[in-house]
């Protein structure tokens, strides 16, 4: 099947290293992007299919995508702006609807989350050898195959040792990439290892933490906490949606409050305890502050691309996700996005006990994993792979909406086995 086969080739594009690619004028293609490309005109086949199943995730994602491509269209002209606002809906709507199309039922959510753990898992090798002996042997045989030096130079420095390890990229830009990747899959595996106890799985789990861990990063190390007070959310919601409502409005007064009475603010004083490095913290301090400018100058269409405003010795870097899409795409599309991904957790929260105990853990893995990448996109910009990645995700729980065909299907199968049993 074709859809399937894209959805393979998706999972091993995430894992091919960013110096096999090709640059065409100044846009480098790379594995991944051919693969939804390839989806979003499979996509425009089967349009009717996807109408019939759209609902209101798919509109407001599809708003956001206008409006986005409308701020690069705006801020860049017509030609450089639709080869951009070209680039942003692949990424998007490809990743998107690769999910939706592929992901249609538990057993598919159950293999594309067993593919990736898998290879996670045996990956973790490759990251103690390049923690200890300070080697990104993997990047260095891309070079040699591909003759691409795509790596940052600074990644090779001192920077990145801590601790007398080396932060580890393993296959990835990054160790930020890494260790995010790591933790999108991490709830997934954990809980299959509780609902489904075996020894292989519980070792998939210790090797994708310890992957995590060799990264020394904040961003898994956050998601994982934050995985975990969801969990609790998670357990306690069916039932307790007064208290949840009643507490998110105090913590809301309380972030005000905060905001008021202190000169920091309620995000900074967030941003500057949400990472190891204080000086990393400030520093993401500093780009919340000198980028507000640019929003409040430019708040319906953003800025685009265009370089942002700030001193001389700061690079262009922007380590939040929800500031970078504010920055570059104005604060409406912004809040649009945020509203689509709070809307699709809470959604699922409150048909998750509905679910039979079968398909109930994976809906619980998923609500885990996506809320942590909310929350962790305000200290981490999702660039490369991992901004495709983020909209798979989105897309890839659509299945659940459907409890009870699901829960008729697994009762017709445990019925089924009773009676060849007999």
Aim: charged share 15%; hydrophobic share 55%.
């Amino acid at each position: 099947m074709i859809i399937r086969l894209l959805a393979m080739l998706f999972v091993l594009s995430i894992f091919i290293p960013v110096e096999f690619h090709i640059l065409l004028g100044t846009l480098r293609l790379e594995a991944y992007r051919v693969v939804l490309a390839l989806t979003l005109i499979y996509a425009f086949i089967n349009l009717r299919k996807i109408l019939e199943n759209a609902d209101l995730i798919d509109i407001l994602l599809f708003f956001f995508v206008i409006l986005a491509s409308t701020s690069l269209i705006y801020n860049h002209g017509l030609k450089d702006g639709i080869e951009s606002s070209g680039i942003l809906i692949i990424e998007i709507l490809g990743a998107f609807y690769l999910a939706k199309l592929f992901i249609t039922t538990p057993k598919s959510y159950y293999q594309v989350n067993t593919w990736f753990v898998t290879i996670l898992a045996v990956l973790l090798i490759f990251s103690l050898y390049e923690a200890f002996a300070k080697h990104r042997i993997l990047h260095e045989w891309a070079k040699v195959i591909t003759g691409n030096d795509s790596l940052d130079y600074r990644l090779y420095t001192h920077y990145y040792i801590r601790m007398g390890i080396m932060r580890t990229t393993n296959l990835f830009a990054h160790p930020i990439l890494y260790g995010t990747i790591g933790a999108i899959f991490f709830p997934f595996i954990v809980l299959l290892a509780v609902y489904k106890f075996k020894l292989g799985n519980a070792i998939k789990a210790v090797a994708i933490f310890i992957g995590m861990m060799t990264t020394l990063s904040s961003a898994p190390l956050l998601s994982v906490a934050f995985q975990g007070m969801t969990a609790v959310l998670t357990r306690f919601w069916h039932g307790g949606q007064r208290f949840w409502i009643g507490f998110g409005f105090l913590a809301l007064s309380g972030m005000f409050l905060i905001n008021a009475l202190s000169n920091r603010g309620f995000f900074a004083i967030l941003i500057s305890y949400l990472t190891f490095n204080p000086v990393t913290g400030y520093y993401r301090l500093l780009q919340w502050e000198y980028s507000m400018d640019d929003i409040m100058d430019n708040p319906l269409f953003g800025i685009g691309l265009n370089d942002w405003t700030r001193p001389e010795w700061m690079n262009n870097s922007i380590d939040s996700f929800w500031l970078l899409m504010t920055m570059q795409h104005g604060i409406i599309a912004s809040f649009l996005l945020l509203f689509v991904c709070l809307y699709a957790v809470f959604h699922m929260l409150n048909r998750l006990h509905k679910h039979g105990t079968e398909s109930r853990w994976m809906v619980e893995s998923w609500i885990l994993a996506f809320m942590s990448l909310i929350l962790i996109g305000f200290t981490v910009d999702y660039f490369g792979k991992i901004q495709p990645l983020f909209f798979f995700i989105l897309g890839s729980i659509a299945w659940a909406k459907n409890h009870k065909n699901i829960n008729e299907t697994v009762a017709q199968m445990k019925q089924k086995s009773k009676s060849n049993n007999l």
